[in-house]
């Protein structure tokens, strides 16, 4: 099985990283974090999951799309 779009190197928190173009694009669109109202970055109470998440991101130069999580709740918009 080969990947719809290939890996393509861009530079992310400082470091030359590789990226999925693939769902890098879908990333912030279906990642449960991003969609959620406990996400409240720079907020006494954001989410400790995605602070969690995201200082892991941080440190090594990575990207995630949560796909599950125990505390999700849909944004209100």
Do not use: D
Request: with cysteine; hydrophobic share 35%.
């Amino acid at each position: 099985m080969a990947m719809e779009q290939a890996p393509r190197r861009e530079r992310h928190y400082r470091r030359m990283v590789w990226v999925n173009p693939t769902t890098e694009s879908l990333r912030e669109q279906e990642c449960l974090c991003f969609n959620c109202n406990r996400m409240r970055p720079g907020a006494a109470n954001h989410c400790p999951i995605a602070t969690a998440f995201y200082g892991v991101c941080r440190l090594t130069a990575t990207a995630f799309a949560m796909t599950r999580c125990p505390k999700f709740e849909f944004k209100r918009r």
